[in-house]
């Protein structure tokens, strides 16, 4: 029987948001702790999930302001 990761579950969750328009690009995610409440996980979960979807280019991390979508609209294709 396969599990999947929570951080991998939370961050298809979270590109999947981002994918449908509902999280639009600017758009600012819930703090590490609030997500942590979300899903009842621990702030090293959600921290392996900001990761993912930052490798993935979908969210940027800015010191002291939290994590936003990012806009994709100028990357090349």
Known sequence: MSVTPHYVRIA???RDRI???DLKPGDK???ISELCDHYDVSTQ?????MLTLRAEGLVEGHQGLGVFVRDRSDDPK
């Open 45 to 49: 979960v959600i921290r392996s999930a």
């Open 29 to 31: 995610l819930p703090s």
């Open 19 to 21: 994918r449908s328009g």
């Open 12 to 14: 298809t969750e979270i």
